[in-house]
Nanobody, 116 residues
Framework: QVQLVESGGGLVQPGGSLRLSCVVS????????WGWYRQAPGKERDLVAG???????DYTDSVKGRFTISRDNAKNTVYLQMNSLKPEDTAVYYC??????????WGQGTQVSVSL
């Protein structure tokens, strides 16, 4: 059973940066793609960025050029570097499988708030 533990969120001003981390339990981390998802109040959870097992990345249009997803297979960890943050990036951020067709049980997520 995969367990997902997200961290690194916080309150930042517009234009600021945060780096999110997601530690994934289990020995199969390296063979799967992983994604970062976010859910704003009253909205559905959407994919923000994904990284395949081979390291190819993809981003939703609104974060292209500002966010960078990466992975460290030795640490079973996927990261999301977020720069030039905007108020509309405010959401709870989660990680989970990317392009697998199924999801693991969602973790608790990490809150990102962008405000003056």
């Amino acid at each position: 059973q995969v367990q997902l533990v997200e961290s690194g969120g916080g309150l930042v001003q517009p234009g600021g940066s945060l780096r999110l981390s997601c530690v994934v339990s289990g020995s199969m981390f390296r063979i799967y793609g992983w994604g970062w998802y976010r859910q704003a109040p009253g909205k559905e959870r959407d994919l923000v960025a994904g990284i395949t097992s081979g390291g190819s990345t993809d981003y939703t249009d609104s974060v292209k050029g500002r966010f960078t997803i990466s992975r460290d297979n030795a640490k079973n960890t996927v990261y999301l570097q977020m720069n030039s943050l905007k108020p509309e990036d405010t959401a709870v951020y989660y990680c989970n499988y990317y392009r697998r067709g199924v999801y693991a049980s969602w973790g608790q997520g990490t809150q990102v708030s962008v405000s003056l």
